[in-house]
């Protein structure tokens, strides 16, 4: 079994950057696609990056791209997700997501309790 554990979340200006850490438990993830999804008040969860299990593949929902940066480190069991250039629309719950490489939520076997990031405009 896998747990995780998001930090990072908070509240920003827009424009601001914010780096969110995923950090896993219970066993290793580095065999493990990794995703990062989010859900704004009243609305579902939708994809925002991911990452295949070696860090050398990519991708993005297109309202994150070239804004969001998605990496890991599988010696420290982590996920990032850097945040730049913020807009107030990125304010959302982000979630961790382990166990798929996609950008749907089935794809994806474990889940962390999410991290508020609330951007000010």
């Known amino acids: 079994q896998v747990q995780l554990v998001e930090s990072g979340g908070g509240l920003v200006q827009a424009g601001g950057s914010l780096r969110l850490s995923c950090a896993a438990s219970?066993?290793?993830?580095?065999?493990?696609?990794m995703g990062w999804f989010r859900q704004a008040p009243g609305k579902e969860r939708v994809f925002v990056a991911t990452i295949n299990w070696s860090g050398g593949s990519t991708y993005y929902a297109d309202s994150v791209k070239g804004r969001f940066a998605i990496s890991r480190d599988n010696a420290k069991n982590t996920v990032y997700l850097q945040m730049n250039s913020l807009k107030h629309e990125d304010t959302a719950v982000y979630f961790c997501?382990?166990?798929?490489?996609?950008?749907?939520?089935?794809?994806?076997?474990?889940w962390g309790q999410g991290t508020q990031v609330t951007v000010s405009s």
């Open positions: 219970g066993r290793t993830v580095s065999s493990y696609g």
């Open positions: 997501a382990a166990g798929g490489y996609g950008s749907e939520l089935y794809e994806y076997h474990y």
